[in-house]
């Protein structure tokens, strides 16, 4: 199927480690993301890579670095997770950057911080 | 500072009658308005979207009414269907795709 597929789809760790998140498209997109959906369903970009490049970085903590190996996987690495770091982490892809892109979003990875 | 407000938080409508949810934006400079669908458990997908050239928008059930003058813009959902429950995140950009605001979202909820 084609899809934006993340792993794993539920995360559950202790305050001060190391996580990562896997993504991966099969749509041919140049363009993935990663969002935050917080507690209250709030979506909040965090990262967009266009052919491996970081085109925008909001105001993210640097515990938080996005790593694209090749232009349909973006994976997100945590370091010293925290309590406020619990949320849904959704990936996404596009073609191009353009305004009025659809973006396709995988399915989630909820993380729980303890 | 929330530049897409979007209201009810919540909605709770009969089958077969209309939800509307409506979304209020700040930013003049928004010019693409897209609404956005998520199921439990799953990501939001694309649902129907307007450009601020034009006042509305219909596909299907659904349809888009914008306002430009008053920076407000709406989903309809007509003939609301049980399959229809989820969260509709209504958005704005200007510029690129990663310059997306979101809303806050609108759970809705139809009734048998």
């Known amino acids: 199927d084609t899809a934006v597929s993340q792993t794993p789809k539920y995360l559950v760790t202790q305050m001060g480690n190391d996580k990562s998140i896997k993504c991966e498209q099969n749509?041919?997109?140049?363009?993935m993301y990663w969002y935050k959906q917080d507690s209250k369903k709030f979506l909040k970009i965090m990262f967009s890579?266009?052919?491996?490049?970081?085109?925008i970085n909001e105001t993210v903590p640097n515990r938080f670095s996005p790593k694209s190996p090749d232009k349909a996987h973006l994976n997100l690495h945590i370091n010293s997770l925290e309590l406020g770091d619990s949320a849904v982490y959704f990936c996404a892809s596009s073609q191009g950057t353009g305004r009025r892109v659809a973006l396709h979003f995988g399915n989630g990875t909820r993380l729980t911080v303890t | 500072q929330q530049q897409v407000k979007q209201s009810p938080q919540s909605l709770i409508v009969q089958k077969g009658g209309i939800s509307i949810i409506n979304c209020a934006y700040e930013?003049?400079?928004?010019?693409?308005f897209p609404w956005y669908q998520q199921f439990p458990g799953k990501g939001p997908a694309l649902l129907i979207a307007i450009r601020p050239d034009v006042s509305e928008k219909k596909e299907g059930r659904f349809t888009i009414s914008f306002n430009k003058s008053a920076k407000q813009f709406s989903l309809h959902i007509m003939d609301s269907q049980p399959g229809d429950s989820a969260t509709y995140f209504c958005a704005a950009s200007t510029g690129t795709a990663s310059k997306l605001t979101f809303g806050t979202g609108t759970r809705l909820q139809v009734t048998l």
């Open positions: 930013n003049t400079a928004f010019d693409y």
């Open positions: 890579y266009n052919n491996k490049e970081l085109i």
């Open positions: 749509l041919g997109h140049d363009t």
